[in-house]
């Protein structure tokens, strides 16, 4: 699987991005959609999570402020990011995983400025 992430970019502290992973394939086959973060000298870390059947889990840190959706018709998954912190800067990964699949899409940059 093939993963495509964008939406990534410069954002003042309170703004909003939101990020887009489009997959090679269709999305409704895959178990758990996944984004995760990597700030520098930090491990990647799991940010969000959306099952094939719409359920949604999210990491303490993000909880109330990020949404992840999935468009299944487009093979996409977003991340909506909303009131962001200097701490939510890091590299953001997309993820998918099955049974017998796990890819990771490139990783798009998030920096929030103060």
């Known amino acids: 699987v093939q993963l495509q992430a964008s939406g990534g970019g410069l954002v003042q502290a309170g703004g909003s991005l939101r990020l887009s992973c489009t997959a090679s394939?269709?999305?409704?086959?895959?178990?758990?959609m996944n984004w995760y973060r990597q700030a520098p000298g930090n491990q990647r870390d799991l940010v969000a999570t959306?099952?094939?059947?719409?359920?949604?889990s999210y990491a303490n840190s993000v909880k109330g402020r990020f949404t992840i959706s999935r468009d299944n018709a487009k093979n996409t998954v977003y991340l909506q990011m909303n009131n962001l912190t200097r701490e939510d800067t890091a590299v953001y990964y997309c993820?998918?995983?099955?049974?017998?699949?796990?890819?990771w899409g490139q990783g798009t940059q998030v920096t929030v400025s103060s």
């Open positions: 993820n998918a995983r099955t049974r017998y699949i796990d890819s």
């Open positions: 394939i269709y999305i409704f086959s895959i178990d758990t």
């Open positions: 959306i099952t094939t059947r719409g359920s949604s």
